[in-house]
């Protein structure tokens, strides 16, 4: 089990930049481990944006947020981080991270943390 806990929300202005924090209790052992930032925009579906392999340092992107966002993680592969420039209206929602033990395996969540863009 993985517990993992979400910094950084707020509001922010149209074209502004924000930074978001997951910190895991612990890293990741699994050859094919998945962590990153999913969003849930009032009245739909939760979304993955931006993920990162720990293991391989492979990143994915959804794409309307290409070029504007940027996943990191830190070597001990305990911490990532979301950097999101050029924010959108759309932007606006309740951001998660998330982690599984495979390739798109979510299984852990974190209590999520709001961004809103106005």
């Known amino acids: 089990h993985v517990q993992l806990v979400e910094s950084g929300g707020g509001s922010v202005q149209i074209g502004g930049s924000l930074t978001l924090a997951c910190a895991a209790s612990r890293g990741f052992d699994d050859a094919d481990a998945e962590w990153g930032w999913f969003r849930q925009a009032p009245g739909k579906e939760r979304e993955g944006i931006a993920t990162?392999?720990?293991?391989?340092?492979?990143?994915y992107y959804a794409d309307s947020v290409k070029g504007r966002f940027t996943i990191s993680q830190d070597n001990a592969e305990t911490m990532i981080w979301l950097r999101m420039t050029g924010l959108k209206p759309e932007d606006t929602g309740m951001y998660y991270c998330?982690?599984?033990?495979?390739?798109?395996?979510?299984?852990?969540w974190g209590q999520g943390t709001q961004v809103t863009v106005s």
């Open positions: 990162v392999e720990p293991n391989s340092g492979r990143t």
């Open positions: 998330g982690a599984g033990p495979g390739h798109r395996d979510f299984r852990f």
